[in-house]
């Protein structure tokens, strides 16, 4: 195919998918716009743990530690002095935070960068670790930050949480934010560092035979990965407007591992994919557990039938795609002509 018609397809499916943003904005309740929104965040948390673990091969189960960093730091930094002087009644916030407010951008962008910061310092020690050893540590620290943020009442209110943060993450934020993420990826990974870090998932030995600094470009993904939960974070937190440390638990990290699994590890476009499937999958599966009136008979409320369902569905994906409903592969328009072609021969071969 042709890279002027290839060039011509993804201008007009951009088109589209803004049309459909325009008209969602506009026409959707927002029961189902929350649910548009996280799809783009889930995305962005996916991406980012697939460049770790995907791209780079690093088992870790800490996303959800960065991710709590990032919106803790946004809600924050998004409040209002008066709404500081009023929520923080256990002890006043710490100076000079209780005066400290900055635009959304400005905000999402600080809390990307302290969880990277914090990636790096957790990677430093624990990198030359592998395999399962690597993820057990990464879920220790994650938890380590729960508890920090938990304790730390005069920095995050502690337990009690963080309530009014301003929603400003509307759809064309997220789907922005989530824009810049694939971009920013996609170029990373067709470059050298990408092929490096393709090399080190393959054969960290051999990489180092040739020269690499394998523990260089490993603390780069990592902190890279870092950056974007922290991102995904930030934007959780302006999307639902409440946080608290008992959201940042292990079962945050598994769904997002989930989503990287059944898109495919190493696939950008699985993880954007496996969002969109995980996510109205584990919504839409809210009604089975609300009661039924079939008329000759009455199903009363089954609270957790849905993660059960849920569960039975993910295993059927794993069981007939291994590798992910994409695997190692990428969307393309070529991939899709290629495809279509091989259809038509067999077809025409089957005739004769």
Known sequence: ?????????????????????????????????????????????????????????????????????????????LLSPEQKEMMWILEPIAEPLNHLQLPFFVAVVVSGLCAAVVGLLIALPILRLGGDYLGIATLGFAEIIRIVITNTTSLTNGSLGIKGIPQNATLWWNYGWLAFTVIFIVLLLRSNTGNVLRAIRDDEIAAKTMGVNAFFYRSFSFTVGAFFAGIGGALMAALIST??????????????????????????????????????????????????????????????????????????????????????????????????????????????
């Not at 029961?31 to 870790?60: D, E, H, K, P, W």
């Not at 990290?253 to 999958?281: K, R």
């Not at 569960?311 to 695997?327: N, P, T």
Request: with cysteine.
């Open 1 to 77: 195919m042709a890279k002027s018609v290839t060039v011509f397809l993804s201008c007009i499916s951009i088109l589209i998918l803004i049309g459909f943003l325009f008209y969602a904005d506009n026409h959707f309740n927002d029961y189902t716009l929350r649910v548009i929104n996280l799809i783009a965040i889930n995305a962005i948390l996916a991406i980012s743990l697939n460049l770790i673990y995907g791209f780079t091969g690093m088992f870790s189960l800490g996303h959800a530690g960065f991710m709590a960093i990032g919106a803790y730091v946004c809600a924050i930094l």
């Open 243 to 352: 946080i608290d440390p008992k959201m940042f638990n292990f079962l945050l990290t598994f769904n997002i591992l989930m989503v990287v699994v059944a898109g495919g590890l190493g696939s950008i476009t699985g993880s954007i994919i496996g969002s969109i499937i995980i996510t109205v999958m584990l919504e839409w599966l809210r009604i089975i557990e609300s009661p039924w009136d079939l008329g000759f008979m009455h199903i009363p409320e089954t609270p957790g039938l849905r993660m059960v369902i849920f569960s039975l569905l993910l295993l059927v994906i794993i069981l007939f795609w291994r590798k992910g409903l994409l695997g190692q592969r990428e969307f393309s328009w070529n991939g899709i002509y290629n495809f279509l072609t091989r259809q038509k021969l067999s077809n025409s071969e089957g005739k004769l």
